[in-house]
């Protein structure tokens, strides 16, 4: 699949899923430009990148969001494709006395941020006739224990891309949303988990799938890949599990 010259925002680019994405858009042939949060994390997926551009940025933010948007086309003039995979975790509870501000904080990266940064993006993915890929979860589809401010941001991303693909569809763009189920990044880790915790957990939800597998931040980018290429030219407004079975199972 080329990518020749194709302009691509990956948010979320300084590790796992994003990382993998920006990685393989680069390799083939698209100008990339990285969106995340720590800087030296950035630095070390640009290696693997040829010469992105570098975008610190915390995409909750909307001053942040637009400068993304205004950086991308100052250094690439254009943008082809958009990757919104930003997100963050955290268990809440309806009764716990903090949850609202856990909840306000999911819900800006995980759904806002999306709508600013695709509203902010439309215009110029409508002029060069491009199209968005959303990184939800399989918790948009299915409940699970302690996840419910999660599990609503996914569960309104994913009707968030259906609305929008509806909208965008006759000025030729498509949206789509990828639904993966377990994967192993450092998202566990980076919501405050320990290393001993984060592998306990996956080893969990490996015992939750039909196939008894978690899946490499690699295979996610790869589904992208080809559902941001125009292979996939009859596919929008979709929703795209990739969760080794998980919501087989009960």
Same mark, same amino acid.
């Given at each position: 699949?080329?990518?020749?010259?194709?302009?691509?925002?990956?948010?979320?680019?300084?590790?796992?899923?994003?990382?993998?994405?920006?990685?393989?858009?680069?390799?083939?042939?698209?100008?990339?430009?990285?969106?995340?949060?720590?800087?030296?994390? &950035?630095?070390?997926?640009?290696?693997?990148?040829?010469?992105?551009?570098?975008?610190?940025?915390?995409?909750?933010?909307?001053?942040?969001?637009?400068?993304?948007?205004?950086?991308?086309?100052?250094?690439?003039?254009?943008?082809?494709? &958009?990757?919104?995979?930003?997100?963050?975790?955290?268990?809440?509870?309806?009764?716990?006395?903090?949850?609202?501000?856990?909840?306000?904080?999911?819900?800006?990266?995980? &759904?806002? /941020?999306?709508?600013?940064?695709? #509203?902010?993006?439309?215009? #110029?993915?409508?002029?060069?006739?491009?199209?968005?890929?959303?990184?939800?979860?399989?918790?948009?589809?299915?409940?699970?224990?302690?996840?419910?401010?999660?599990?609503?941001?996914?569960?309104?991303?994913?009707?968030?891309?259906?609305?929008?693909?509806?909208? &965008?569809?006759?000025?030729?763009?498509?949206?789509?949303?990828?639904?993966?189920?377990?994967?192993?990044?450092? =998202?566990?880790?980076?919501?405050?988990?320990?290393?001993?915790?984060?592998?306990?957990?996956?080893?969990?939800?490996?015992?939750?799938? /039909?196939?008894?597998? =978690?899946?490499?931040?690699?295979?996610?980018?790869?589904?992208?890949?080809?559902?941001?290429?125009?292979?996939?030219? /009859?596919?929008?407004?979709?929703?795209?599990?990739?969760?080794?079975?998980?919501?087989?199972?009960?």
């Amino acid at each position: 699949m080329s990518f020749q010259d194709k302009v691509v925002i990956v948010t979320g680019a300084s590790s796992g899923i994003g990382a993998a994405t920006a990685i393989k858009f680069a390799e083939e042939g698209a100008k990339v430009a990285l969106v995340g949060r720590n800087q030296q994390k &950035l630095n070390n997926v640009a290696k693997k990148c040829g010469n992105p551009l570098i975008i610190a940025a915390d995409v909750s933010k909307d001053e942040d969001a637009k400068r993304v948007i205004e950086e991308t086309l100052r250094y690439f003039g254009q943008i082809d494709i &958009l990757v919104n995979n930003a997100g963050i975790g955290g268990n809440t509870k309806i009764l716990n006395e903090n949850v609202i501000p856990i909840y306000d904080q999911i819900m800006a990266t995980n &759904l806002r /941020a999306v709508v600013v940064l695709t #509203h902010l993006a439309a215009p #110029h993915l409508v002029k060069t006739r491009g199209n968005i890929v959303n990184v939800s979860s399989v918790c948009g589809h299915r409940v699970f224990p302690e996840l419910f401010a999660y599990s609503a941001s996914k569960a309104g991303l994913d009707h968030f891309t259906r609305a929008v693909a509806l909208e &965008l569809a006759p000025l030729g763009v498509r949206v789509n949303v990828i639904n993966p189920g377990p994967v192993r990044t450092d =998202i566990l880790e980076n919501s405050g988990a320990t290393k001993e915790i984060a592998e306990g957990t996956f080893n969990r939800m490996q015992e939750m799938t /039909a196939l008894s597998r =978690i899946s490499e931040p690699e295979e996610v980018a790869d589904l992208i890949l080809f559902i941001a290429n125009e292979k996939s030219k /009859a596919i929008t407004g979709s929703s795209i599990v990739t969760d080794n079975g998980a919501l087989l199972k009960n």
